[in-house]
């Protein structure tokens, strides 16, 4: 919960600065890029979190069984929990070859980012975008799994087990469920900004394109 919330959180604010232009964008990445053994960091902190997560979580859904004895969550919201979880990880299986691992030993550099997701947002078969539909499915299935995850992390702790911690669980419901929407149109902004060239809400912040004709070729 802790590790791959944080890397979450993170991932989506530094993604967002896409929203502020090319120019943030690509400032945040050289920033992470500076930091001492990312590679490690990254390995320790959120692809072993990941496995583990993923692991278990299978497990949970193909032996149907609850994390915790009793489950904090009614019978339809576990169903909606499991479901997310697992179309999470089939966009995982989706993601992380053609943007994390595109290029095998080596990390792709903001522009580049901003390239391939441009290209892979905005490309459609028969004039449907489905990879930018994929996108926004995920980040609805990404941030729900998370929020739901977090209240029932709260639920299942000593206080929120508690009878008289029923003000308790309302609260962290109204908060997961605050942090999760807020995740999720800040995720939805950014796929159609990468995908249209302009964002759902708000005014792209880019340079406007030159009106200046193109120089004759040497």
Sequence with gaps: ??????????????????????????????????????????????????????????????????????????????IAVRATGVLSLVFLAMHLPELRFRTPGNRLGGAELLTALAADLSSTWHGIPWRGAAYLCAAGCVTFHFAAGLWGFVASTWPGVDPRGRSLRRGAAWAAAALGLSLWLLLTNVVVLHATGA?????????PASTEPCPAPQ
Excluded: C, K
């Design 1 to 78: 919960m802790i590790p791959l919330g944080a890397f979450l959180v993170v991932h989506v604010a530094a993604n967002a600065r896409a929203l502020r232009g090319d120019d943030a964008f690509m400032a945040a990445a050289r920033a992470f890029e500076r930091i001492p053994a990312l590679g490690l960091i990254e390995a320790l902190l959120v692809f072993v979190p990941l496995a583990f997560h993923s692991v278990v979580g299978l497990w949970l859904v193909i032996a149907r069984r609850p994390l915790a004895q009793p489950s904090p969550y009614p019978p339809g919201l576990r």
């Design 199 to 207: 964002p759902l809400v708000g005014t792209p912040d880019r340079a």
